[in-house]
DNA sequence: CTCAGTTTGTTCTCACGTTCACAAACTCCT
DNA sequence: AGGAGTTTGTGAACGTGAGAACAAACTGAG
């Protein structure tokens, strides 16, 4: 029974209909939203391993790592799948999250790129859990053809085409050096993959409509560097933090305010 | 001359100085342009090597796959390192950025968990290239003791202290199982490390101080299948977009997954 | 020197994402 | 049945980010 039905889909703050917004709010689910449904995917696999069957908004949230606020308007998105003073029927809201994502069934993924990378990711038992499933292994090199590893072989790029269409593959994964990346990229939309992750670092240009994520190992930690040099910085001397920066920036000439008039003369004047 | 003006921070409308405020207006840079930077620095390393000296926003923007206006903005939270009419050299660019992002020198890096992913990161050529240089690979599982990978012998979890301080670590790298992340985190922030790169499928919690950045390769597929899922649908009977949407709900749940469905529904309406 | 052309740096506006706070809705106890 | 306690779902305020547009500042030719 239930009938619980929300009425969710009625545009729920779109004041003025025809206005200004020619979006369409048609059930767009907003990025940010997207990109932690798989965190609270994963927390409830959890809870349910643990034999939880229900849980709150605040104990869900702290498993995910977010604010359970957060986490209540993420998702109000996908529906009222929670109860008011109860809370969240573990499975119910497991599958729930798992059909808006579209990992209710295995997704057929290939690989190009076997070296130490494509490797671990051909290894990792992580995804066949996941919902995806592994079906192909590509490389460019010919002297890897044939090599097995764990279920599949080795194949070469130009059986792309077939193993695409035979096992309708969406989804493509690019663990190839840099220089490779664009061909091979041009390659997967030619087959007809639609959605690619890329782990080589390089920019990929693709067509309207095709979909790239990148990972890449570097640009992490490239940014994590950022906030330690900060944190060593900020720790080390506070006081002489400024005359630091001040010393840094050299050709800096910022007008913004009242000194913007002065400076700008001086300098077209001295110039 | 010039009195060198902080460019930044101009507090377009500085409401109450100096009392009710402790946030630190000093030099932040936003997150998403740091986190721009790096892809920035490799375009610029990539003209470099080109022999190419000098390059428009516009260029450049091209080359790192972002609109040049946001190109402009996020350098002129750095400083004035244009010329107007002119666009910018690319080696003095390329050393500003490098600077701000703390990989004038190399970092040191201890990788934790030296199965298939730790592998593949220790022999990852980028690392050594980009301001990272690995000084220790750690692994809880004694047989593995004394392997060598590259140029390094894994080594037991105890001696993390003690490389850490010698080798005055600051950044570790988490490749772990899931099960093992938390603990080898609580390791890594004894021993006095302070950025941590997780690529277990788990949620840490770390202290204060502590920066944690996450890739998780399950969850970028989880979003790629989203979008494919939507494409897929819209795809499927454009015209009858509207009333797909409507009911998406119970077109899903038809279409996929049919036995799945019948199965949590009864199960949790039964609890 | 002046003027036209080019490109940066900055301002303004809008959209998106986060967080707070509270009404609505449910359970449990008396 | 009714009231106290709990928890969801959402409206509203706030902060951050993206992009368009433009003034400032440079080059080079006449």
Redesign the interface.
Known sequence: ??PSRNPR?GTPHDDVPGTSTPKTP??GIPEAT??R???Y???LIALSERGI?TCSSEGLAS???VNSAKLRKDLSYL?SYGTRGVGY?V??LR?QIA???????D?P?VIVGI???G???A??A??SS???RIVALLDSDPARHGERVGELRIRGLDELADLAREHEI??GVIATPAPAAQDVCERLVGAGI????NFA?A???VPE?V?V?K??????????????????LLGASAAS??SV??E??????????V?SDA?VR??AV?A
Not at 194 to 197: G, K
Request: net charge negative.
């Open positions: 029974m239930t889909n048609d059930r997207v990109a449904l798989p965190v995917l994963r927390a069957d498993a995910a790592g529906g029927d499975e119910y599958y059909r808006e994502i579209g990992v209710t069934q997704w993924v070296g130490n990378l490797h671990a990711l290894n990792y992580g995804f996941r919902g995806f969406a989804i639609t959605s690619i992750l670092p920019v990929l240009t409509g979909d994520r990972v890449d190992l570097s640009i992490e930690l490239q940014i994590l560097a950022y906030h330690e040099q900060r944190k060593a933090a400024a920066l001040e840094a920036e050299e050709l800096a000439s910022g007008l913004d305010g000194a400076a001086t300098k001295g």
